[in-house]
Nanobody, 123 residues
Framework: QVRLVESGGGSVQAGGSLRLSCAAS????????MGWFRQAPGKERESVAV????????YYVDSVKGRFTISIDNAKNTVYLQMNSLKPEDTAVYYCASAVGVWGRREADFGSWGQGTQVTVSS
């Protein structure tokens, strides 16, 4: 059973930065892609960033390209999301997820989820 615990959320002003962390246990880290999703009030959950099991391939939704960076530390079994130049529209609950396989971008590709961490960006 994979267990994912997110941390690092909070409240910042527009233009600020936050780094989210996701500590994983109960899985072989290099065999599963990891991703960050977010869900804003009244909206569907969307894929924000994904990193492949090898760490060599990444995906970002267009709205965060150039501002967010996903990275992985396999020695620590931890995946990070560095968020810079935050905007009010980035406000959401952010979820860490572990994919079933070495790659995935859709919500259905991910089988394990964290509890979520709130990110609030004020203008």
């Amino acid at each position: 059973q994979v267990r994912l615990v997110e941390s690092g959320g909070g409240s910042v002003q527009a233009g600020g930065s936050l780094r989210l962390s996701c500590a994983a246990s109960g899985r072989t880290f290099r065999q599963n892609a990891m991703g960050w999703f977010r869900q804003a009030p009244g909206k569907e959950r969307e894929s924000v960033a994904v990193i492949s099991a090898s760490g060599k391939t990444t995906y970002y939704v267009d709205s965060v390209k150039g501002r967010f960076t996903i990275s992985i530390d396999n020695a620590k079994n931890t995946v990070y999301l560095q968020m810079n130049s935050l905007k009010p529209e980035d406000t959401a609950v952010y979820y860490c997820a572990s994919a079933v396989g070495v790659w995935g971008r859709r919500e259905a590709d991910f089988g394990s989820w964290g509890q979520g961490t709130q990110v609030t960006v004020s203008s």
